[in-house]
């Protein structure tokens, strides 16, 4: 009896192993509306000039040379806009009008937190696998350029990196 009782249990293990590798979801791509252009970002921040030539790395030491940025869908559905959001060095907090078909989003002159403190120009593009994580594998890149209208230097601020893997960058 006790073998048969093993034998049932191994079964309905090996059984449940099996289907909890199931890979197959009815998420779609990316499991929200904006697919691939959402997500959590480590990037590094840049101040160009008018002519975009960086004039340099991590501007007033704000933050070590990385910050993290979040890109995310609107809780209406929409599938033509997304959050942006940099908690870390402007604090910005707005949404911007996308292009799903070539990964790009651009906005004009908009309020950039609810207190509407500024207003922001920003034009950046989602690269799919254009980017390599700390191990050297592909994962998706954003890059992003950005001026302010309450930034008295005048500059264009560069932010790029990769998409959060999880790991420490």
């Given at each position: 009896m006790k073998k048969y009782i093993l034998m049932i249990a191994s079964l309905f293990a090996l059984g449940m192993a099996a289907v909890s590798c199931d890979t197959m979801t009815n998420e779609p791509e990316g499991g929200?509306?904006?697919g691939p252009m959402a997500g959590n970002w480590v990037?590094?921040?840049q101040a160009l000039d008018e002519n975009g030539s960086e004039v340099y790395d991590d501007p007033y030491g704000a933050?070590?040379?990385m910050i993290e940025i979040n890109t995310f869908a609107n809780t209406n559905g929409d599938t033509d806009?997304?959050?942006f959001s940099d908690q870390g060095f402007w604090g910005?907090?707005?949404q911007v009008p996308i292009n799903?078909?070539?990964?790009?989003?651009?906005?004009?002159n908009v309020p950039y937190d609810q207190a509407e403190t500024g207003h922001v120009t920003i034009k950046g593009k989602v690269l799919?696998?254009?980017g390599k994580n700390i191990h050297g594998?592909?994962?998706?890149s954003i890059c992003v350029e950005a001026s302010f209208d309450d930034d008295d230097s005048g500059l264009i601020w560069r932010y790029s990196g990769v998409r959060y893997q999880g790991f420490t960058e």
């Amino acid at each position: 009896m006790k073998k048969y009782i093993l034998m049932i249990a191994s079964l309905f293990a090996l059984g449940m192993a099996a289907v909890s590798c199931d890979t197959m979801t009815n998420e779609p791509e990316g499991g929200n509306e904006i697919g691939p252009m959402a997500g959590n970002w480590v990037v590094t921040l840049q101040a160009l000039d008018e002519n975009g030539s960086e004039v340099y790395d991590d501007p007033y030491g704000a933050t070590g040379a990385m910050i993290e940025i979040n890109t995310f869908a609107n809780t209406n559905g929409d599938t033509d806009k997304m959050w942006f959001s940099d908690q870390g060095f402007w604090g910005l907090m707005f949404q911007v009008p996308i292009n799903k078909s070539d990964y790009t989003f651009e906005a004009k002159n908009v309020p950039y937190d609810q207190a509407e403190t500024g207003h922001v120009t920003i034009k950046g593009k989602v690269l799919p696998k254009a980017g390599k994580n700390i191990h050297g594998m592909p994962v998706d890149s954003i890059c992003v350029e950005a001026s302010f209208d309450d930034d008295d230097s005048g500059l264009i601020w560069r932010y790029s990196g990769v998409r959060y893997q999880g790991f420490t960058e």
